[in-house]
Antibody, heavy 127, light 103 residues
Framework: QLQLQESGPGLVKPSETLSLTCTVS??????????WGWIRQPPGKGLEWIGS???????YYNPSLKSRVTISVDTSKNQFSLKVSSVTAADTAVYYC???????????????????WGQGTLVTVSS | EIVLTQSPATLSLSPGERATLSCRAS??????LAWYQQKPGQAPRLLIY???NRATGIPARFSGSGSGTDFTLTISSLEPEDFAVYYC?????FGQGTRLEIK
C-alpha cells in the first residue's frame, strides 16, 4: 500500500522559508505514470494546488505562487520537497503531499486523478 | 484556466435522505473530473474518478455522473458518516466545496 508522509517544521517566522519533505513508501517515485505534488488548505478554507513535479525533475507551479515556490525530487531517497520563500501569515495552512495520475492527452500529458494523499501537516507562520 | 463551481455551498439533510451535489466547469473537461470527501482533521479521500467510477472501497451508495461541463455526485441514502465536505477536482483545479451537514 502506497503511503506518503510529510515532514518539516510546524512553525516558521515571517519572511523566512518554509521547507517540507514528502517521503513515499510502498512504491517508487520513479514511475512514468504519476506526478507528485503539494496542495495546501488554510484553516477553514478550500484546497489550493501549490505545484507538482515529475520524477525526471520537470516541475509545474501555481502562477500565483511561482515566484516563491521551488519543488524538487530525490529519487534515490524516494522523496520530493517543497520550499516557499518570504512567507507571511497568509501561508499558514495544512500542507498535503499527494500523487496525481499522469494522463496522455491530445495536447500532451496532464494531471488527472489525485489517488493518494499524505495525512497533512499544519504549518503556522508566526513570530 | 478552468473554474469549477460547486453548488450548493451547504446542504442540510437527514440520515436516510438522498444527497445531490453539483459541480460545473467553466469549459468542457470531457469526463476528467473527480470527487473527494473530507472529514475534519483528515486528508481528502478519493470517492469518484473520471466522473463516474467509484474508487476502491467506496460504498455503492456513492455515484457520479455527467460529462462536459455539468457533473453530479449522488449519495443515495445518507449514513451518519457521510456528513462532511465534498470537493470536485479537475487537473490542478478544485471546486470550493459543498458542506453536507445534518439537518
Amino acid at each position: 500500500q502506497l503511503q506518503l508522509q510529510e515532514s518539516g517544521p510546524g512553525l516558521v517566522k515571517p519572511s523566512e522559508t518554509l521547507s517540507l519533505t514528502c517521503t513515499v513508501s510502498g512504491g517508487s517515485i520513479s514511475s512514468s505514470s504519476y506526478y507528485w505534488g503539494w496542495i495546501r488548505q488554510p484553516p477553514g478554507k478550500g484546497l489550493e494546488w501549490i505545484g507538482s513535479i515529475y520524477y525526471s525533475g520537470s516541475a509545474y507551479y501555481n502562477p500565483s505562487l511561482k515566484s516563491r515556490v521551488t519543488i524538487s525530487v530525490d529519487t534515490s531517497k524516494n522523496q520530493f520537497s517543497l520550499k516557499v520563500s518570504s512567507v507571511t501569515a497568509a501561508d499558514t495552512a495544512v500542507y498535503y503531499c499527494a500523487r496525481w495520475q499522469r494522463l496522455s492527452g491530445s495536447s500532451g500529458y496532464h494531471h488527472n486523478t489525485l489517488d493518494y494523499w499524505g495525512q497533512g501537516t499544519l504549518v503556522t507562520v508566526s513570530s | 484556466e478552468i473554474v469549477l463551481t460547486q453548488s450548493p455551498a451547504t446542504l442540510s439533510l437527514s440520515p436516510g435522505e438522498r444527497a445531490t451535489l453539483s459541480c460545473r466547469a467553466s469549459q468542457s473537461v470531457s469526463s476528467y473530473l473527480a470527487w473527494y470527501q473530507q472529514k475534519p482533521g483528515q486528508a481528502p479521500r478519493l470517492l469518484i474518478y473520471d466522473a463516474s467510477n467509484r474508487a476502491t472501497g467506496i460504498p455503492a451508495r456513492f455515484s457520479g455522473s455527467g460529462s462536459g461541463t455539468d457533473f453530479t455526485l449522488t449519495i443515495s441514502s445518507l449514513e451518519p458518516e457521510d456528513f462532511a465536505v465534498y470537493y470536485c477536482q479537475q487537473r490542478i483545479t478544485f471546486g470550493q466545496g459543498t458542506r453536507l451537514e445534518i439537518k
